[in-house]
């Protein structure tokens, strides 16, 4: 995938999460319905201004919008790393524990089954 359509995924994703639409996103950053619906379908990348004012619309930190970019998969669309450290967030401790115990088994799983591949 491009770095451009994984841009437009992340952004689509964390504004699904938060509840906005294209419009809602728009007015709060300053840019028009179109250039958000440009930027998330991959089809332009977005002035580090506008990126900035993503991530404060998001509540996220810009180095957020780009960690692991292009990298991961996606479910129905979303950005799976950003669906992931959303519900991560809303563990407790005891929660969060399971969980990445869970993900470690999960991984070491991987693991051995990309070994065994011929």
């Not at 938060?18 to 958000?36: H, K, M, P, Y």
Request: glycine share 8%; charged share 25%; net charge neutral.
């Amino acid at each position: 995938m491009e770095l451009k359509q994984a841009l437009g995924r992340r952004i689509k994703t964390l504004r699904d999460l938060r509840g906005l639409t294209q419009n809602d996103l728009a007015a709060e950053i300053g840019r028009s319905l179109d250039a958000v619906s440009m930027i998330e379908r991959g089809l332009n990348w977005p002035s580090m201004a506008t990126v900035e004012r993503m991530a404060t619309a998001f509540k996220v930190s810009t180095t957020e919008l780009f960690n692991d970019l292009g990298t991961t998969g996606s479910a129905n669309g979303q950005d799976l790393v950003v669906v992931g450290r959303e519900l991560l967030a809303k563990l407790g401790q005891p929660e969060l524990e399971v969980a990445v115990a869970t993900l470690e088994a999960l991984a070491r799983k991987s693991a051995a089954a990309s070994s065994a591949r011929p």
